[in-house]
Each structure stands twice: as C-alpha cells, then as structure tokens.
DNA sequence: TATGAATGAGCGTTCATTCAT
DNA sequence: TATGAATGAACGCTCATTCAT
C-alpha cells in the first residue's frame, strides 16, 4: 500500500542499504556496526539486506566504492581547469567540505585505520585510494615545476605525501576534538606554506626580501 | 619452580597485562580485541584479567595512560636544552621513531579514531594528550619568535596544529601502506618546510649558506 | 517434515518458551534458572529465546503475567454465582489444587520471595496480584457482612490479609515438606475456622448444635 | 597494629562471617550472595573465608544452624511458665517482632524458599526446624485441651499447621509489601481466631465478658 | 591465620549468517 | 523481494574454588 513507509527510502534497495550503511560505519566504524543496526536504520529486516549483499564485508566494500568514488570524482572537478597551485588550494578546500559535510564525515579515516593490519580486499581497495591520491597529487605539482610555476628541484611525491598528510591528520583531530580544532584554518595554513615553498625565487623572494637561495 | 614459563612475563602481573594488551589494541583496535586474546597471548586465563582490572574499559584506560605517558616523556627529553627549530626536529624524529618502534606502534591512531564520537573518559584523555601535545609545539614556536628565531608574524597555534596533523597523517599512511610511504621522509620534509617558512631572513641564509648552524 | 520434533512444541515458539521458562523458574527460582536450561528444556538455542524475548527479565515478566492472569481467571470463575461463604471456600480449593497441579507449582511463591528486596518491575507486578487478591477477599467478606451471612463487627481486611497468609504459608510448607504437610487439610481447617467465626450467632450454633450440615 | 579496622568484627572470625553471611542471604538469598560480597562487608578477602569454611554450602549450613538454634531458643522461652493460651499469643509476638528485627528478617523465609526442590543438606536442615516447631505448637494445644482449657475435639495437628502457616504466609506478604501490610495485626487477628475458636463454651464466654456477643 | 594471584566453568547477551516461506 | 525464526560461535564478565606464600 504505502511504498513509503520510513525514511531514506528510494526505491533501489541497495542503494539506500548502502548509504544507511555508510552513515553507520562512519559513526560506529565497521565493527561498532551490526547489521541488526543497518536494517533497523533502513527499516527493514536482516533478511532483506542478505537478499542485496552477501556478507557484512560485501556491504561494507559496496560502502567503500561508493564513497571512493564519489570523492574523486569531486577533487577532480574541484581541480579542472585550474592552474596547479590554484588546484592545490582548491583540493585542500574539497577535503575541508568533505570532512564537515553532514552525512559523509568520518567513513574515510574510520575505515581506513579500523582495517589496518588486516588484509580484507577493502584494504587493499583503500590503499589503492591513497596510492591514487598521492599521484594526483604529485602530478599537479610536476605540472606546475614544467610550467615554471614551481621550483623544480622540489621532491615532488615527498610533498604529494605530505600533503595527504596534513589533510589525514587534520580531518583526525577535528574529528576527535572539534571545538578546539579548526580544520579550515589549519590546512590553509599548509597550503600557504606549501606555496610559499614551492614558488619560483621571484615570488618567494619578494616576499621574503632575500636574494640568494637556491 | 620456573619463574618464566611463558612469553613476556616479569612478574608483575598487571603491568604485564598492559604491555601485551597495549600490542593487541594496536594491532585489532579496541573492539577488535577480545578479552580472551589478551589472556591467550599472556598466557593466562581471563580470569586473571579481571583480577587486575574491573573491566575491558578498565584496561584499556590503563594501557592508554601509560603510552601518554611515556611518549610525553620522550618527547619533552628530547627537547630538552635544545633550540626551538632543532626541537622541532627533533620532535619529528622522535614521533617517527615511535610509530616505527616494535610493539607500540599505531596504539594512538587506532585508539584516538575509534573512540571518535563516543563519550568514554578515555577519549577526554586522548584530546587531552593532543591538546597538550599542540600546546608544547606552540610554546616552542614562541619562545623561537621570542628569541627572534622566527618569523613574529607566524601563526604560532595554527602552525602547532599543522605540525600535529603532519605527524598524525604521515603516521596513519605509513602503517595503512608501509611499503609505498616512508615516514621519516614525509616528516623531514615538512620540517624543512616549515623552518624554511619560519625563520627569518637572515638566520635561513646563514643555515642553508652553510657553516653556523649549531 | 516433523512438525513436532521435541517436547512441548506448539508452533507458537514464544509461547512455548514461556511455559518452559515457568517450569524452571517454578523449579530453580529465577536466578537457578539460566538461559541455557530454558533451551536446552525447549530443544532449542539461546539464540532463539533471544529471539522472542529481549532479555531474561523480560522474559520471567511475560511468564508472571501469564501465571497472574491465568490465576485470576481461576479464582474469579470458581466464585461466580457463589454465596460469600461458599465463595471462600472454594478459593481456598482453587489455591490447593493450583498448588499441587503438574506444571504450575512453586512458581509465584518462588519468584515472590526470591524477588523480595529488589525493585524490578515483575514485583510490583506481584504486589499488585496480592493487593488485588486481598481485595478481591475482602469484597467477598464484605458482600456477606452486607447480606447479613457474616458478623457486621468483623475486620474485612484483617480477615482478608489472614487468608492470603494461611494459602502463602500453606504452600510454602507444602512445597518444602510434601511429605509431611497436608495442604488441602491445613487449608479446609483454616476456612472452617474463619466461617466459624464469621458466621453469625444462629448460624453458627445451628452447625456447632450438631445435627444438620454433612 | 590495629585489631579493629573494620566494622562488625569481634575477634571470632568464624563467628563474625557467620553472622556477615546471615545478613547478605537475608538480602540477597543464597544464590545472590556471592562469596565475594561476604569477604568485602566482613573486610577480609575471600581465601579468609575459605580458612573457617569448606565450601559456601559450608557457610550457609553454619548459618542456617545458628538462626535456627536462636530461633528455638527465643520460641521456648518466651513459653516458659506461660498456660497454653498465652503461649500461642506470645509465639506469635515473637515471630513478628523476629520478622520486624533489625538485622534477622527475610533469612528464614528466604532460604526456605530457595531450597524447595534441592536436596543439600540444609534443606533437611529447615525441613526439621518446621517439623520441630509444629510439634511444639500442637503440644501446646494439646496441653490446652488436657487442662480442659481448649476443646477436645480439635485437630492439634491441623492447628499447628495452620498456626505455622499464618506466620510464614504473613510474614512473606510482610517482606514483599511492608507498606501496605501489617504482620501484627495480621498475626493477632488469628491468634484471636483461633482462641475463639479452641476455647470451650464457658471459656469463651468468660473471655469476652458474657453471652450477648452480637 | 590470612592474603592474593589464578583457574575454569558458566552466565546473559550479541551477532553474522542461513533458510523455509 | 522480503520476512522472521533459528543457529552457533564468540564476547564481557562473575564466581566458587585452589594454592603458594
């Protein structure tokens, strides 16, 4: 009668499993999450989720794609089109949003210090992720040093690796500390520095007032 | 008659307990570690757990308090008599060495992420290590402003922050990825980094000129 | 196939499980009872009764509501259409057989007294069964004094109060001593006392004069 | 240094536990109580228990004996030099003021209840204890009727069961209602009863002042 | 006479999973 | 497509008991 009864509800049984699953690992993490929780938040019985996954990993992998997915398909658009410290700046604004968006917050870091040391495909997936994200990073900044924008002589993956770091630690302590952590602030702290780094001479010494170095 | 049967015994039951439950809580995370495998591994039965702790909770404040402990311990030794920037280093390097050490690594992630979003005591005691922990980074930045080290205009609490996140992030890539992320180099390059953008005109020439430095 | 594998199975499981559940607490108490004897008894796992019931309390409160009602009825059909004084003495005969019929006994003496002291809700359940037992007696007491069968100067709650002693002590003796203690005998002893001395002067020496009754 | 640390310790320590025992089983019942519980209200730790006793069992027959003996004790002396009619009146008396006291309630009731059904040795214990004081009560009525006090007729065993039955009945309704029950009353309104009804003709009359009665 | 560490069995409860309907 | 009954293993925890000291 009412093809409507609860909330969250569109009609692909999957897909909505998926998301009610998402906001659960994110809050609880994967293994603070039963599937008892999932079905209840979904308004729906154990079973129905069985029918659509075939394990509580299935589901959580099903999770891990989407979220991975869409985020970057949104660093990528974030960046199209702009000139490579523009996209870095850009980039650090993205995870900002991401981490303090309502429903999203949380999953990423969650999930990806919960399955350290295991060795579950999703791990592996997660990695992948990393790997991915440091690239394109690393890629921008090359672009940038054959654009004459950068210094070339900088380590162009030791700082795509600091970079995600930042973001990993930051997203971290506002998670665990919001009130006395301020995420925004803290990673346009690092790109400015990051830039004023990495800029040719000419900028760096204006601000700097120096001559010599490098 | 044999005073060490098993594996890491030293006779004192409790303190023993919390080393091996320190290395389970790392490696499983808090949830993911049951009480029997902390027994399994001490060669003890559960039982014995309760005798020395109340609860799981219990144990874990214990554990928690100890590694707050010792790694603050470490890291105001390693500062001491020390020069602001080289304390910075320093820091880094103790951090790095810390997270790469045989049995303590990842307690502090793993924990500090999973208790997110919960109310435990022992998460009051994680924000209070970390806000300790920024507030330390901070007062060396001033005192190296103070002694016009560095930059007066620098952000000192926001570069604290950043300094925490670089540590946390680097930490989390290594242990999720240790074959493709190296630790000591992502945190040796944001320290140069951020000396570089700290100190003031003068000093960072005569640094990378070569000669003074020490 | 076999729609009646084991014992005492009639397709309503939660049903089922609540007849078992008082046969045990009858026998055990309710802390004599675990969880696992209740299965075992039904021929099926924990899991199942967690299944119907939420927990072991909620479970003993659907068992003492079930034993409550089904008591009530009894006591309230065998007096309808009863004079005051036959009305007494057929409760006293329900309480006798109710007390020694196969699977019912010992059950809310046993909870009763086991749950003296604590504050869970089943006891104020139970308290209420008394009151309302004491009341119910009394109304009866007072329906003869009104129709002239009993003394006007008599103590209706007193007398009620006295009633549900002797049944309570009765049983409790029964139970601990089957052998040695007669409970119908006891019970028939204390009626014929209370009417005896309820029942006014001419009644009552019409019986005690000889000749009629028997 | 200190002999008296704690509280309730008379340097008896067997005696000092039984009396600590006898205090959390009236509370809690038998099963309730854990041994644990005992050794931390009596201030000495649970192998101290185990040196004056073999087993639990062990301490709750030491228990039982004790108020048991006491019981008797108080039932018999109050008896003393006092005629038949007297004596049932005091009996009475003593039995609620038992269930009122201080620090004996519940413990009778609470044991006997519990060990319905189980064949420790105690049972047998309480099974005597009952046996005996109906005993007693039935030689008191017979006493009464061989002074020609009561009447001849009356069945001195029936009595003495039913005597027994209003003070356990009462006193468990007491336990579980104590507000809204009251055990001297309860207990006077059949020791009145049942004088009414033992005592001859003359008697009565004499009692009650004359022949009018209603 | 007492302590305190430790055991081992058991308890109430949770949970991922299966399956007949 | 979904339900709901049921399983079985594991979990955190309790407790009577033992024993070296």
Redesign the interface.
């Known amino acids: 009668m009412l093809p409507e009864g609860r909330s969250r509800r569109s009609g692909d049984g999957r897909r909505d499993l998926t998301a009610i699953a998402i906001s659960c690992f994110a809050?609880?993490?994967y293994?603070?999450t039963s599937i008892d929780r999932i079905a209840r938040e979904a308004g729906v019985t154990k079973g129905a989720i069985y029918h659509h996954f075939r394990s509580k990993e299935d589901l959580l992998a099903a999770a891990v794609m989407d979220r991975i997915g869409e985020f970057e398909t949104r660093v990528q658009s974030a960046c199209r089109a702009a000139a490579p410290d523009e996209s870095l700046r850009r980039i650090a604004e993205v995870c900002a949003q991401h981490a303090t968006s309502e429903d999203r917050p949380?999953f990423a870091?969650?999930l990806?210090?919960?399955?350290?040391?295991t060795n579950d495909p999703v791990?592996e997936e997660?990695?992948g992720m990393?790997?991915r994200f440091r690239a394109f990073l690393r890629n921008i900044i090359r672009a940038g040093q054959d654009g004459a924008l950068f210094r070339a002589d900088a380590?162009a993956d030791?700082?795509a690796?600091?970079f995600?770091?930042?973001?990993?630690?930051?997203e971290?302590?506002f998670?665990?500390?919001p009130k006395?952590?301020?995420l925004e602030?803290?990673l346009e702290?690092?790109v400015d520095?990051?830039l004023?780094?990495l800029r040719l001479a000419g900028a760096a010494q204006a601000r700097?007032?120096?001559a010599?170095?490098d």
Chains 1, 2, 3, 4 share one sequence.
Do not use: C, P
Request: charged letters at 25%; hydrophobic letters at 40%.
């Open positions: 809050r609880y993490g293994q603070g949380r870091i969650k990806m210090v919960e399955s350290i040391e791990v997660m990695r990393m790997r380590d030791a700082l690796a600091l995600t770091s930042a973001v990993i630690g930051a971290t302590q998670y665990l500390d006395r952590f301020s602030h803290t702290t690092f520095q990051m004023d780094n700097e007032g120096g010599i170095r």
